[in-house]
């Protein structure tokens, strides 16, 4: 059997753009980082409780030149890509962490900034 690597996610976008989110690789390809907050209901001692994942987002391309005027805080998003794990070394600790990697972006619902 073939391997998979594909997650589609719905979540809100964590926090509006700053400098860091959005530019250029040295070769011009855009690139836009941004974090969405999925939640879920658990209940907790008998009571419902929502309860928020955290989740970066890399979206590459002209894709990410198309979604980066609509992102901004409480902004309901869809993703549609694959998980890639990041490594790297920095005073001798090495660190990884997984990113989802865009293919597709699709903006959902209106902007609601009490959401998170």
Sequence with gaps: MTDINRVSIIGRVVRDLDGNSFGYTAGGTARLNMSIAVNRSEKRG???????????????????????????KGKQIAVDGYLDQQRWEKDGKKFSRVVIVANQVQLLGGKDANRT
């Design 46 to 72: 008998g009571e419902w409780a929502d309860r928020a994942s955290f989740f970066d987002v890399t979206v590459w391309g002209k894709t990410a030149e198309n979604v980066k005027p609509y992102i901004g």
